[in-house]
Nanobody, 124 residues
Framework: QVQLVESGGGLVQAGGSLRLSCAASGRTFSSYNSAWFRQAPGKEREFVAVIRWRDGTAYYADSVKGRFTMSRDNARNTVYLQMNRLKPEDTAVYYC?????????????????WGQGTQVTVSS
């Protein structure tokens, strides 16, 4: 069992930056694929970024590529999402997710463990 707790959300102006953190407890996080998803009001939860545990490769949604960077600190059992040049359309609740299996990384059903989410609001 893995417990995930996100932090770092908040209100920021367009063009600003935020760094989200996702701290894991319960199991060694380094052997789990970990990902970020987000959900805006009235929309489905969508993929943002993932780091594969096997080789540390990161993949990003086209909408955030070049602006967001995902990283992990295995010693701290924590993954991060550095978000730069934020836009109003980035406003959403951001969720951390993890799973040991290597499923299709950009769909929600590939992940067993989820955090409670952290709100990110970008004002124009």
């Amino acid at each position: 069992q893995v417990q995930l707790v996100e932090s770092g959300g908040g209100l920021v102006q367009a063009g600003g930056s935020l760094r989200l953190s996702c701290a894991a407890s319960g199991r060694t996080f380094s052997s789990y694929n970990s990902a970020w998803f987000r959900q805006a009001p009235g929309k489905e939860r969508e993929f943002v970024a993932v780091i594969r545990w096997r080789d540390g490769t990161a993949y990003y949604a086209d909408s955030v590529k070049g602006r967001f960077t995902m990283s992990r600190d295995n010693a701290r059992n924590t993954v991060y999402l550095q978000m730069n040049r934020l836009k109003p359309e980035d406003t959403a609740v951001y969720y951390c997710a993890a799973d040991r299996a290597s499923g299709v990384y950009y769909i929600t059903s590939s992940y067993t463990y989820w955090g409670q989410g952290t709100q990110v609001t970008v004002s124009s």
